[in-house]
């Protein structure tokens, strides 16, 4: 059983900042990709960035140069570190990992379960 824990979400004034994390536990034989998603609503959820096994970064490009996605391999944990937050920033933001389940070598998608980040004055 794999679970993955989210944290770090709430209320921030537009400018403001957040951190974000994403702790996977469980039976992991290892882990390729770390990202994170988020969707608000009435809109379809969509990548926001997502980090590899080897450091590699990826980044929509309505967060390049505010957010920072970042992973600890040690703790299974990834990070979005979000700068100069705005009020269309207001999501449920989802950790979504790619991992080999242990018990059956094959390898999964799994989903945080979201954690609420409201941007506003």
């Known amino acids: 059983q794999v679970q993955l824990v989210e944290s770090g979400g709430g209320l921030v004034q537009p400018g403001g900042s957040l951190r974000l994390s994403c702790a996977a536990s469980?039976?992991?034989?290892?882990?390729?990709?770390m990202g994170w998603y988020r969707q608000a609503p009435g809109k379809q959820r969509e990548l926001v960035a997502a980090i590899n096994s080897g450091g590699s970064t990826n980044y929509a490009d309505f967060v390049k140069g505010r957010f920072t996605i970042s992973r600890d391999n040690a703790k299974n944990t990834v990070y979005l570190q979000m700068n100069s937050l705005k009020q269309e920033d207001t999501a449920v933001y989802y950790c979504?990992?790619?991992?080999?389940?242990?018990?059956?070598?094959?390898?999964?998608?799994?989903w945080g379960q979201g954690t609420q980040v409201t941007v506003s004055s």
């Open positions: 469980g039976s992991m034989f290892s882990i390729y990709t």
């Open positions: 979504n990992v790619d991992l080999v389940i242990l018990a059956t070598m094959r390898r999964a998608d799994y």
